[in-house]
């Protein structure tokens, strides 16, 4: 093989790589799909642009190492952890922005109904305590 051949095949495998990347993010349900779109971002989170979400995400993920998971007992598997925490908070945005139901969001970000409603729950003791009453 000639060294332009290898080179020809290095940049179509980093295309490949870089399409495989697009779809599957476009496939995905999650706050890194809608990030360039600011009116995508008001719908679904009724921040009023990416910048002002990402600015609140930065002044609570430090404290997000201490959420306290609302689980059905201490052996449950942490189920919602496929999700990243921004994700998490992205869901539970959708569910008071839209008001969608846990089965629909259940659908939307690929998990269970139970883990959904975990995952609003704790969120929702979480913002209670960060922002206070």
């Known amino acids: 093989m000639s060294l332009d051949h290898n ?10 790589r870089n399409q495989i990347e697009e779809i599957t993010i476009s496939s995905k349900f999650c706050l ?9 971002i008001r719908f679904f989170t009724r921040f009023a642009c990416h ?13 997000t190492c201490k959420i306290i ?3 059905r007992a201490q052996s449950v ?8 925490p921004i994700d998490t908070f992205f869901l539970f945005m ?10 629909d969001l259940a659908h939307r970000f ?11 729950n704790t969120w929702a003791n979480f913002l209670y305590t960060v922002l206070g009453a």
């Open 69 to 71: 998971r609302v689980t």
């Open 94 to 103: 959708n569910y008071l922005s839209l008001g969608l139901m846990q089965k």
């Open 7 to 16: 080179e020809e095949l290095s940049v179509e495998i980093a295309w490949l």
């Open 110 to 120: 690929k998990i269970h109904q139970s883990t959904v409603s975990r995952i609003i």
């Open 51 to 63: 910048a002002h979400l990402m600015a609140f995400w930065k002044q609570i993920e430090p404290a």
């Open 32 to 40: 890194e799909r809608f990030a360039g779109s600011d009116d995508d």
């Open 77 to 84: 598997a942490k189920t919602d952890e496929v999700l990243q």
